[in-house]
């Protein structure tokens, strides 16, 4: 059997997606007995859901979505059940919507913000339920106590931010493997998008969200500031890739604005959130983005 065809047929569709749930068994399994495979879990999960979004009929993602957690959940009733929670069931959610986002043609880097949000939320929300609700563990406080960090003054900041980049790594590398996969079946990842505006959009809104939470709740203010990152740079490496004289000039002028306004901004902002301050670095690469893509796109001399 081809497993990169497309599936037709209910007999085909059904017969793949039991073959699909079977691998994810599989590598659920498998962890049970060596966790330290549960690293190499965390990317197949999603993987899988991204093709069987990709090559089977969107009616029957009901079914695979189900019949994987269903089979997970009774492989792990022997060895801890949270596991489908932690790993399986956020792991189908971002697989398969990760596939549905590709095959809209959704721009790459659209796609990597929303999901990276998706599954740090799904993540968090796992993890609290877990810890208030079903078995009383809380994982943040174990991870701590391993690395030495039980006294530590700003836990609550550092709890959001270690989720955040477990995720972000998480979503990053199955971006790889996705896009490896899915070229294999002449669908092409969008890296391109002509509504550039749409970019401006989640760095808006998170550095809104940051300022507004350094005074109302502190602990999510370095959270928001790092949700910027991906799109700033996404856009940093378009800048530098423009070739164009004037755009380095501004570059390295904004990072001479940057570095000045931050050692004298640092002393009046409170800790640990001086990081906030990124959203000065952040505005001046947008406004430069900006200028190029809106009001000087066919302008300025290329270095050649």
Not at 26 to 53: A, D, G, M, Q
Not at 67 to 73: A, I, N, P, R
Request: proline content about 3%; overall charge positive.
């Amino acid at each position: 059997m081809n497993l990169v065809k497309k599936r037709e047929t209910p007999i085909k569709n059904i017969a793949y997606i039991a073959i699909m749930s079977a691998i994810n068994v599989l590598f659920v399994t498998i962890s049970n007995f060596l966790p330290i495979l549960f690293l190499i879990l965390v990317f197949v999960l999603p993987l899988t859901s991204v093709i069987v979004t990709i090559l089977c009929k969107k009616s029957y993602l009901p079914l695979y979505f189900i019949v994987t957690f269903l089979l997970c959940f009774s492989v792990n009733l022997g060895f801890g059940i949270y596991d489908t929670f932690i790993y399986v069931l956020p792991a189908l959610i971002t697989g398969i919507l990760f596939g549905l986002l590709i095959e809209k043609k959704v721009p790459a880097i659209l796609i990597l913000v929303a999901i990276s949000i998706v599954q740090f939320g799904l993540t968090y929300l796992t993890f609290y339920i877990l810890d208030k609700f079903i078995i009383q563990v809380n994982f943040y406080e174990s991870l701590y106590k391993l690395f030495g960090l039980t006294e530590f003054a700003y836990k609550p900041a550092l709890t959001l931010i270690f989720t955040y980049i477990i995720a972000q790594i998480q979503v990053s590398l199955t971006y790889i493997l996705v896009k490896y996969e899915v070229n294999r079946i002449g669908l092409e990842v969008n890296l391109e998008f002509k509504n550039k505006w749409l970019l401006y959009i989640p760095t808006i809104i998170f550095g809104i969200l940051s300022m507004i939470s350094y005074y109302t709740f502190p602990s999510w203010t370095i959270l928001f500031v790092l949700m910027s990152l991906t799109v700033i740079t996404y856009q940093f490496i378009n800048l530098i890739l423009s070739r164009r004289m004037w755009v380095y000039i501004l570059l390295v002028a904004s990072v001479i604005i940057f570095v000045f306004t931050f050692a004298f901004l640092y002393q009046y902002i409170v800790t640990p959130n001086q990081l906030v301050l990124l959203n000065i670095f952040f505005a001046l690469i947008t406004i430069i983005d900006i200028l190029l893509n809106y009001c000087f796109k066919d302008k300025g001399k290329k270095i050649e």
